[in-house]
Nanobody
Framework: QAQLVESGGGLVQPGGSLILSCVAL????????IRWFRQAPGKEREGVAC????????NVADSVKGRFSVSAEPLKPTVYLQMNNLNVEDTGVYYC?????????????????WGQGIQVTISS
């Protein structure tokens, strides 16, 4: 059974770094785009970064540009979210989600497959 499993979350001080992993069991990363979303308390779930299933192109949201990056190891198959210079506004539950669309669609509704989410807390 295909599943997405996130790991690597936790508590970090402002200015710190974390690497989140998304193991995409049963998925082929050359046929699925994987997007990282996050949801802060009381806020809408927002897309953070994505790696496309066709060509491996990546993109990140303007709110995290220059601090976050996304990469993949297709043979594992695992997608990573490297998060640097974290601040309290980055606190939330982070999810990875998969779609068969190859060009990282922005619409959340186009991602039918989701991990269980993992908590990231930025606090001093």
């Amino acid at each position: 059974q295909a599943q997405l499993v996130e790991s690597g979350g936790g508590l970090v001080q402002p200015g710190g770094s974390l690497i989140l992993s998304c193991v995409a069991l049963g998925y082929s990363l050359d046929r699925h785009s994987i997007r990282w979303f996050r949801q802060a308390p009381g806020k809408e779930r927002e897309g953070v970064a994505c790696i496309s299933g066709s060509g491996g192109d990546t993109n990140v949201a303007d709110s995290v540009k220059g601090r976050f990056s996304v990469s993949a190891e297709p043979l594992k198959p695992t997608v990573y979210l490297q998060m640097n210079n974290l601040n309290v506004e980055d606190t939330g539950v982070y999810y990875c989600a998969a779609t068969r669309f190859g060009q990282c669609p922005l619409e959340r509704s186009l991602y039918p497959y989701w991990g269980q989410g993992i908590q990231v807390t930025i606090s001093s």
